[in-house]
């Protein structure tokens, strides 16, 4: 890809820190700019040089920038946009690295002015983690990043995002906004929902009793609240729609249970472990 | 404790070849014999040194044996415990591995002949892997072992078993065949349905975006479908009582996301969290 003279990561924790390393690492920018909320967390990604400068002023931090990427929270990046949308340059593109999509690229997408284009973006990777500090150049090496594309989406932008992913080693997949929330909402947001559940539900006493297996299977609980919060409410009709399928398949095992059906227990058994085993392939 | 003369392990997978190797490390007993149903299954756990002898015949195996340990199918049990009943000698301890105690220890104690003492087990170890290959003689150090005490039981045969169990490395927890069957299906059996039960509605298009946190998630679901199924035929009740909190719990969730309720979700997904750590704590 054609070097690009700016780059704006408004957001420099985990995922903003990671993108950050990894453009510097392969010299894909000039200048890379983080913007912050909070002083510290800007002096430590400049310390941790996952960004070459840091400001805490949006206005300026965007202000010639080539791609602004948007690493923030999901329910501050329309407020975020309507600030920035007059000081972006023509051609400028903006894009973002949140879990849910059709909300924010329906919102964003009426704020910003003409000439500058929104590809919404969310890279499958980066863990329960948080902050800079976390933040790994390889992050992104390996994992796959949905970009989506709407009617208003112009093919010159999405190429150079498209690109920009690509060389930080990611695999690039386009959805449009809704296809990607039906999708993440199976695949990440259920599991998350459901793990959520279920340690509300156990005892305190019950936890000693944990093995590994348990430890593995909640690791996602430890996952950021707000984030979470966010995603519940910005991703809420795929996820409730996810839950009433979970639950009917909940239904039917509970059933066999029951009825101490040995045949269609053992073929509910069989046909997860086989569609697990479909993941360690890959 | 006191160097036994003869332990049988009937059932030489990952469970009994794992206490095979550990009872020989230790130097607890005079003779390990591996009794097995497959002579292939045999063989190698005799070369893998998990057994000093093995042996196709239950009879002949469990003949003379101070302790007597099922480490086989728990729908097999009973069966077993039958076959070998008329040949156990006085003062002979039969105890078990299976991850449910309720219906084994009902149906066990009341086979076994006078004399013949039984102590259910469940170590708290293992793993989604199968046979003698995979034990380790660190299998079960610094896991928890759970061990039944009913009315039959004599507090000679129990403190025999817990101090073999201490011995190779586990804590001993006593429990009531209930108590365990309840406390397992919350933090095992429970995890382990709503697992199944998720992969199984999950379309085998959206797999390809799953993340590590998926990935760790479902891990539980490789476990092997006979083992599952014989849990969730044995353990029923427990189980199905786990999983209607379980919906509860799912439908309080349900209900804060459909009305985008900022304060719950970030109170359910903040004590999912705090949960989760007195995990990593321990």
């Known amino acids: 890809m054609r070097k690009l003279d700016k780059v704006t990561i408004v957001g420099v924790g985990l995922i903003g820190g990671s993108i950050g390393l990894a453009l510097k690492q392969k010299r894909l920018a000039r200048q890379i700019i983080g913007v912050g909320h909070r002083k ?3 002096d430590k990604a400049v310390r941790l040089k996952a960004v070459g400068q ?4 949006l206005t300026s931090g965007v202000k010639g920038a080539d791609i602004v990427i948007l690493a923030t929270p999901i329910l501050t990046m329309t407020k975020i946009v309507k600030k920035i949308a007059p000081h972006l340059k023509k051609g ?5 690295v949140g879990s849910t999509k059709f909300e924010v690229v329906r919102e964003v ?3 910003l002015p003409r000439g500058v284009n929104f590809i919404g973006g969310h890279p499958m990777a980066g863990s329960e983690k948080r902050g800079a500090e976390k933040a790994r150049k390889n992050l992104f090496k390996g994992s796959i990043c949905i970009l989506t594309k709407t009617k208003s989406t112009k093919a010159k932008s999405l190429k150079v995002v498209r690109d920009l992913w ?3 080693g990611a695999e690039v997949v386009t959805l449009s906004p809704k296809a990607h929330d039906r999708v993440v909402s199976q695949i990440s947001h259920l599991p998350h ?7 509300s539900g156990i005892d305190n006493g019950s936890l000693r009793f944990a093995s590994t297996g348990f430890y593995d299977t909640t690791r ?3 996952s950021d609240a707000k984030i979470w919060r966010d995603i519940a409410i910005s991703n809420g009709d795929e996820i409730v729609k996810s839950i009433f399928k979970f639950k009917k398949d909940l239904s039917v095992l509970e059933k066999a249970i029951k009825k101490k059906e040995s045949a269609t227990l053992l073929s509910i058994f069989k046909g997860a472990k086989r569609k697990r085993h479909l993941l360690t392939t890959k």
Chains 1, 2 share one sequence.
């Not at 840091?54 to 002023?57: A, H, R």
């Not at 400028?92 to 973002?96: A, L």
Request: aromatic fraction near 4%; hydrophobic fraction near 55%.
């Open 40 to 42: 510290v967390s800007i």
């Open 54 to 57: 840091g400001t805490l002023d």
């Open 92 to 96: 400028c593109i903006v894009t973002d």
């Open 109 to 111: 997408e009426k704020i």
């Open 166 to 168: 690509s060389a930080i």
């Open 193 to 199: 929902m459901v793990i959520f559940s279920m340690l």
């Open 220 to 222: 996602i609980a430890s």
